[in-house]
Every structure is written in C-alpha cells, then in structure tokens.
C-alpha cells in the first residue's frame, strides 16, 4: 500500500495565503467597480448604450460611435438596419 504524501506546514501557509490575497482582490474589485468600469471603458470609440428585445429574436439597439447616436434594428434572417439619430429630432 501506498502512504499518502505529507502535507507540509509551508504548502499549507502557501494555500492560505493564496487564498487571502484572492479574497482581497475580490473586495476591491467589488468596492471599486463602478470606477473601475468607468476608467476600463473610457477609451472606446463604440459604446451600447442601450439594448431593448422586441420580440425573442430581434432587438433594436442605440450605438454611440464617436458621440454620435445610430439606431440599429435587428431582425432573424435579415441585414440589419442602420439609422443615424439626430439630437432634438423626435
């Protein structure tokens, strides 16, 4: 019969630490996310800014691209549509 490998304090001690580090990098990310979010998307040119489902297969999204709004609408088995928005247009 085989004896099962010792467990040394040391790997204990690693595994712990480890694991405590995990944990407090999850509470700053948790703490600090709606910052974090911000400064991670601050450098995109496309933005969605908004997603609405219209029925189970198609959506009608709003694009910011380069501050300017576009409507598109999507629908199974066709090309997407493409609509510039206007600002004050309604």
């Known amino acids: ?13 690693t595994l712990v630490l480890f694991l405590g580090a995990l944990l407090a990098l999850w509470l700053y990310v948790q703490r600090n996310r709606d910052g974090l979010a911000r400064k991670m998307g601050q ?5 969605v ?3 609405a489902a219209l029925s ?4 009608a999204m709003i694009l910011s691209v380069d501050g300017q709004e576009f409507l598109v ?5 066709t ?4 609509t510039e928005l ?3 247009a309604l």
């Open 1 to 13: 019969m085989q004896q099962a490998p010792d467990i040394s304090l040391f790997q204990i001690l």
């Open 43 to 47: 450098d995109r040119r496309i933005k």
């Open 49 to 51: 800014a908004e997603v």
């Open 56 to 59: 189970p297969t198609d959506r």
């Open 73 to 77: 609408l999507r629908a199974k088995g």
């Open 79 to 82: 090309a997407p549509v493409v």
């Open 86 to 88: 206007h600002r004050g």
